[in-house]
């Protein structure tokens, strides 16, 4: 089965600061990286997904990067608010099917 | 709001218990996935849906079972429980489900499960 790893677990930073997040996943054959963002008791929410077809994708002050020969994808927050406190986990769906492995989380606090 | 629906929204019951949980999909989504979220297990795949039939099977107890009905909404059925089954239960939708291409993922609310 699929491995993800999700690095860090927590990070802080000051507002208007950038944060980023690292995924690394084990099968070579992924090809949809989806990023989830969860409040607490809510539900997780795609904030920025990015296919193997592109090495990058931007929304607004959300972005993902894609490195497929070293098999792990980021996601960079810039200009954070608060608002963007919150635990985001990465996915890479099975390629035998469509279920998701989940990252680990990282909970982000963004210091005002 | 993601269009889909999970019932109910809490659920506090005793070991031994027996619950079900309930999931509508988004309109013209045939595949419902099943999630279990705890502390410390962070969130694990149970068991996935397409158009009625079971399509793949994560890590979910033999005590667990789900279905899809004709109307493609889903049943999560919970038995014999216990404390460790305490969590939260999301269940997510998309278009097909079919292998390879990727698709977008909705969750539900979540329902949360309580057992004492």
């Known amino acids: 089965g699929e491995n993800v790893e999700q690095h860090p677990s927590t990070l802080s930073v000051q507002e208007g600061d950038s944060a980023v997040i690292k995924c690394t996943y084990s099968?070579?054959?992924?090809?949809?990286f989806p990023w989830y963002k969860q409040e607490l008791g809510k539900r997780p929410q795609l904030i920025i997904d990015?296919?193997?077809?592109?090495g990058e994708k931007k929304d607004q002050r959300i972005a993902v990067t894609l490195n497929k020969t070293a098999k792990h994808f980021s996601l960079h927050i810039t200009e954070t608010q608060p608002e963007d406190s919150a635990v985001y986990f990465c996915a890479v769906p099975n390629f035998g099917n469509e279920k998701l492995t989940f990252g680990t989380g990282t909970r982000l606090t963004i210091i005002p | 709001d993601s269009g889909v629906t999970q019932t109910p929204k809490h659920l506090i019951t005793a070991t031994g218990q027996r619950v079900t949980l309930r999931c509508s999909p988004r309109?013209?989504?045939?595949?419902v996935y099943w999630y279990q979220q705890s502390l410390d297990q962070g969130l694990q795949f149970l068991i996935q849906?397409?158009?009625?039939?079971?399509?793949a099977k994560g890590n979910i107890l033999e005590r667990f079972s789900a279905q899809q009905f004709p109307d493609l909404h889903s049943e999560l059925n919970l038995s014999s429980l216990e404390l460790g089954d305490s969590a939260l239960y999301f269940c997510a939708s998309s278009v097909d489900g079919v292998a390879g291409i990727g698709e977008t993922q909705y969750f539900g609310p979540g329902t949360r499960l309580l057992v004492l």
């Open positions: 099968d070579s054959a992924s090809n949809y």
């Open positions: 849906y397409y158009n009625g039939e079971e399509r």
């Open positions: 309109s013209g989504d045939l595949s």
């Open positions: 990015i296919r193997s077809n592109v």
